[in-house]
Every structure is written in structure tokens, then in C-alpha cells.
């Protein structure tokens, strides 16, 4: 027992036995320091033109090694000054770094002729440090315009938002009249309330036709049938009820076309079972004549569109412009349209035109077969074969984004007469059987009803991070974003994002940016914004900023968004 303990006393801890380990490391080091320090001076003062093998070889063993980095040294053997010394070195590691002394030069706010060293950079890089930041930061400070119909929108935020759900009295009526009498009730002094409540409510609200409570109109969908939507078998089977339905509907869509001729409403959609129509303003978008856009076509409808228009003697006009081919000879026949290529060339053709055409091709290459021996009975089987494969080519864009057409001036006036005895644009079958074709409107017209858009806050956690939600949820309109945004930016909301989901079938809406005015004059506007088109439309609801977004012509302005960002005072979207 007593050998034991003694060996428990002998033994040490691993971090004694460093601990000497590194006491003896240092005592030798101490040592071979003080038996380098007798040096003998003279041999550093050699004469540049003396050789190395004169020194005598017991003195070297002896002698400290010279560092090679010494100013002091070096300067001696050179007979230079410190301070050129310390330049070229810079300038040396500002090489290695590819790094450009005029541009780092012109950082510098030191004396002028004074030698640029590493540590005047770097001190002023830190002084511009903020500068350089603002440089970095990316995004824009204004909200491109979404034409794409949404659905429903989330906004995130990780400080609550200035408002909340529950609205008082005063709150709600102040909202909805400022909505109904197009007040913007940030700015003018009247007596109606002005919290955050009361504007959020202003911005959710919008003007439908028609209303069937127990029919979701929005969106228009045939295949959704659910046990509510059975008893709309009575609008089918009742012709009085379908009479009294499209005569309301006719005279709330003539009264939005004749404001929308006057100026005094912005755009309105409308949505129909198969297609979307998007009418807008003389000015929007920087075009001074009132047009529409109109998405998914097929074939047959443009042949519809055709063959209606020319019982009335009318020649329409409309163009393709996101058909990225250019018009081919074969295919003139495909109702009629221009595509961007044929405006250009200042080429357009109307139906009659096209129809003349083609008949003249026909019997020219007819003519020229049987010139050639060729039976009439190939002559068919060719013209078939023909006829078959322009078919195919004219349905390849159907139901596609491709298939957009644009009209405007006498044209959009056109396509408003053929929707309002078009057969196709009210479904005979489905839950929706009878129903004429919902109207959306930012303003107030004959037989609208005024439709709240449902909102919902909540508070999630993504990340372990707590944010707080609040969900819109309904027909939103493309001014709904640009207001919401504007109104979060005032009640001083540093940083938020939102998401939005639309309709996938009115995406081409937002796809063309193009403004047609330049591509058919060739000339690029000099003025970055409509000066007159913001006067003529002054009254139609919107406030000066809103609407100088909406007549501005600059492409960029306009996207699809999906997703948008707010930080820095600066939006990103994607």
C-alpha cells in the first residue's frame, strides 16, 4: 500500500507535464538568443563591390542572419528613404490584389502628392464604408404594375402591423365612403377618419357585377361544382330569370364601357367562363386610344370574332403580339391578325383582304398543276394536305398565352358591340349555366355592387421566428398592391414581403409590355411619363402617384409578380 501512494504522489497531470515541457522550450530559446547576441558590427558595413568569400567562415557560424524586411538595413545598403521604401511595397501588394492605385487614389482624402500606403486605404474605405453599402443594396423605388387578375395575397411582417381587423364605426364608414366617392382620405382634411383601419378598409373593397349569393363568381370556373351551386338549376330551366339577368348585365356593361370612353374609370375585366377581357383607359400604359386585351383565344373563336364583324360590314383589325413567329403566306387565313413583325413593316390586312388572297393564290396554283399534266383529283389531295397543315399551325397557340389579342381605337368598340351579343361568352352548361359574365370595376357604375375583400391576420412562425400574417383573399385588382404598399410605407414599416396567386390564364396581360404607339411610328418617347394622359384622367379615382404609374410607358414598369420584398426604402420582387 505504501509503494502504491508513493507512485500516486509520483504521477502528474497532462497538463503539468506541457507545462514544464514549454518552460524548457522557452529556457532554450533564451539561450540561443543570448549566444546570438555578440555580433560583430563591421562585416554589416561591407562595400557593395567586396565578395561574399571574404568573410571569414567562423564569424558567419557566429553572426545573426540579416532580416531581409528591415527598413533600416536595407535603406542603408540601398541608400534609399524609408518612406519609398514603404510606397513600393504598397504598390507591390496593390498589384498583387489587383487592385488599381488611380482608383483607390481617388478615395483618398489625404494631402495631394502624399505616398499611398495600405493604411490610408484601408482608413478611408472604413470612412466610406456606408457609401459603398448604398451602392450594394439592390431594388427599385417604385412597384411595377401587375395586369395579372389575383386571388389572394399574403403580406409578412416581422413588427406588427399598424392595424387590425376589427374595425370601429367610424372606421368602416369613413373607408367605404372614401372607396365610393374616390377620396383619398390620407390627404384631404374633411372630417372622415384617417387611421390606418380606415384606409386598409378603403383599399379592400371593390365594385362586381352581378351578385348571386349562393354563386362564387370569382373565380369562374366550370369544372367547380360543389352541393350549393345544384340549385342554380332554376336560372337554367327559367327563361324569364336568364331574360331579366343578361338585360341587367347588358346595361351595367354599356354604362362601364361609356366610363371608360370618358376617362372616368381607369380598366375593368371580364371574365367569362373560357376567356378574359382587360378594357383600358385612353392613356394607360402611355397609349392615347381606348384598347382591350383579350386571352385565351382558339381558332374557332377568332373565326367567331371574324365571321360577326363582317355581318355588320365592319373591318376589324387586331394583332398577336406575343406570337413570336412572323406571318407566313400559308397562314394569312388565321382570322385576320398582324403579328408584332407585320407591324413594323406597316403591313395590315383585314379579313376581305386576306380572303381575296388567298383565293387568287388558290386558282393561280391550280392552274399552274394542271398546266403541269396534274389530275384535278391530286390537285384536291394536295389543297387538302395544304388546308390541314395551316390548321394545325393556326391551333398550336390555342388556349396559350400566344394567343392575346390586342384591339384598340374603333377596334375596342368592335370587340365591346360583339361581347354584348356574343352567344359564347354566357356557358349553357354547368353550375354557372346562364349566368352573364362577371364585371370587375375600381369605380362605381349602374347596377355594381359594392364587395368587401375577405381579410385575415395571424401570426406564424417560419424559422422559429414569430412573423405576423395577414391574408387578403378575392377578386384584387392591380391597384390593390401599389395602395397597400404605399399605405404600409406611411405607417412607417421598415421591412415587410408579400406572395401573391393569380389567375394563370391572365399572366399574358403583364407578358405585353409593349407599347404599341412606338412600334408603329419606330420612335422611343422622350418624356418618361403620359403628361396627358394623368390630366385626362385625373378624375377617374386614382391619386396623382397611383396613376402616374398607371400612364407611364416604360416597359419596366410592368411585370408578372409573384413575390415582392420591402427593405432599405427599396422594393424587390420576383
Not at 545573426?64 to 528591415?70: H, M, T
Not at 474605405?125 to 417604385?142: H, V
Not at 352573364?436 to 359594392?450: D, E, I, M, N
Request: one cysteine or more; glycine letters at 4%; hydrophobic letters at 35%.
Amino acid at each position: 500500500m505504501e509503494n502504491q501512494n508513493n507512485l500516486q504522489l509520483e504521477w502528474k497531470k497532462p497538463e503539468e507535464v506541457m507545462q514544464l515541457h514549454r518552460l524548457k522550450m522557452k529556457k532554450r530559446a533564451l539561450q540561443a538568443r543570448m549566444n546570438n547576441a555578440h555580433v560583430n558590427r563591421k562585416n554589416l558595413e561591407l562595400k557593395p563591390t567586396q565578395k561574399s568569400n571574404s568573410i571569414d567562415s567562423n564569424q558567419c557560424a557566429n553572426q545573426k542572419r540579416k532580416n531581409p524586411f528591415s527598413k533600416n538595413e536595407t535603406c542603408k545598403m540601398l541608400n534609399i528613404t524609408p518612406a519609398d521604401v514603404e510606397t513600393s511595397n504598397d504598390n507591390t501588394l496593390f498589384e498583387l490584389l489587383k487592385i488599381k492605385v488611380a482608383k483607390v487614389n481617388e478615395m483618398n482624402n489625404s494631402i495631394p502628392n502624399y505616398p499611398l500606403t495600405f493604411s490610408d486605404a484601408f482608413l478611408n474605405l472604413e470612412i466610406n464604408k456606408d457609401i459603398l453599402n448604398l451602392e450594394a443594396l439592390k431594388g427599385e423605388k417604385y412597384i411595377p404594375i401587375d395586369w395579372t387578375l389575383k386571388t389572394k395575397m399574403r403580406f409578412m411582417s416581422p413588427k406588427p402591423f399598424p392595424w387590425n381587423c376589427k374595425l370601429k364605426t367610424s372606421e368602416e364608414a369613413s373607408g367605404t365612403t372614401g372607396f365610393v366617392r374616390c377620396l383619398d382620405i390620407s390627404e384631404q382634411h374633411s372630417t372622415l377618419d384617417t387611421s390606418p383601419n380606415a384606409r386598409l378598409h378603403q383599399c379592400c373593397l371593390i365594385w362586381q357585377h352581378p351578385s348571386l349569393p349562393w354563386l362564387e363568381l370569382f373565380p369562374r370556373s366550370t369544372g367547380k361544382v360543389s352541393a350549393t351551386l345544384v340549385s342554380n338549376s332554376m336560372i337554367i330551366n327559367n327563361m324569364f330569370i336568364k331574360e331579366a339577368l343578361y338585360k341587367e348585365w347588358s346595361e351595367s356593361f354599356r354604362s362601364l364601357f361609356h366610363l371608360l370612353r370618358a376617362r372616368q374609370c381607369p380598366y375593368f375585366y371580364v371574365c367569362t367562363n373560357n376567356f378574359t377581357v382587360l378594357f383600358r383607359a385612353a392613356g394607360i400604359c402611355g397609349i392615347s386610344e381606348a384598347h382591350a386585351l383579350l386571352t385565351p383565344t382558339t381558332r374557332g373563336f377568332r373565326q367567331s370574332l371574324k365571321q360577326e364583324v363582317c355581318t355588320f360590314f365592319i373591318e376589324i383589325e387586331y394583332t398577336m403580339p406575343l406570337r413570336k413567329d412572323s406571318k407566313r403566306r400559308s397562314d394569312v387565313t388565321d382570322s385576320g391578325c398582324d403579328t408584332v413583325d407585320s407591324i413594323a413593316s406597316n403591313t395590315t390586312f383585314s379579313y376581305t383582304e386576306n380572303q381575296n388572297l388567298d383565293d387568287e393564290d388558290d386558282e393561280t396554283q391550280d392552274e399552274w398543276l394542271q398546266s403541269l399534266g396534274v389530275e384535278n383529283s391530286e390537285i384536291r389531295k394536295i389543297n387538302n394536305s395544304q388546308t390541314r397543315m395551316t390548321l394545325e399551325r393556326q391551333t398550336e397557340i390555342d388556349n396559350m398565352k400566344e394567343s392575346l389579342i390586342f384591339v384598340k381605337g374603333v377596334e375596342a368598340q368592335a370587340l365591346f358591340n360583339f361581347l354584348i351579343n356574343c352567344k359564347s361568352a354566357i356557358t349553357t352548361t354547368g353550375p354557372l349555366a346562364g349566368v352573364p359574365p362577371t364585371l370587375l370595376s375600381p369605380v362605381a357604375f349602374h347596377g355594381a355592387t359594392l364587395k368587401p375583400i375577405k381579410v385575415k391576420e395571424s401570426i406564424v412562425r417560419v424559422d422559429n421566428e414569430r412573423y405576423f400574417s395577414m391574408e387578403l383573399k378575392g377578386p384584387l385588382l392591380p391597384h390593390v398592391l401599389p395602395l397597400l404598399c404605399s399605405l404600409m410605407k406611411s405607417s412607417q414599416l421598415e421591412q415587410y414581403s408579400a406572395s401573391c396567386a393569380g389567375l394563370q390564364s391572365t399572366t399574358s396581360f403583364s407578358a405585353m409590355k409593349n407599347n404599341f404607339e412606338e412600334m408603329e411610328s419606330g420612335n422611343v418617347p422622350k418624356i418618361p411619363e403620359n403628361v396627358f394622359g394623368k390630366e385626362n384622367l385625373s378624375d377617374c379615382g386614382f391619386n396623382s402617384e397611383l396613376l402616374k404609374d398607371f400612364c407611364s410607358p416604360d416597359p419596366t414598369h410592368i411585370n408578372i409578380i409573384e413575390n415582392i420584398k420591402f427593405s432599405n426604402n427599396l422594393y424587390t420582387w420576383s
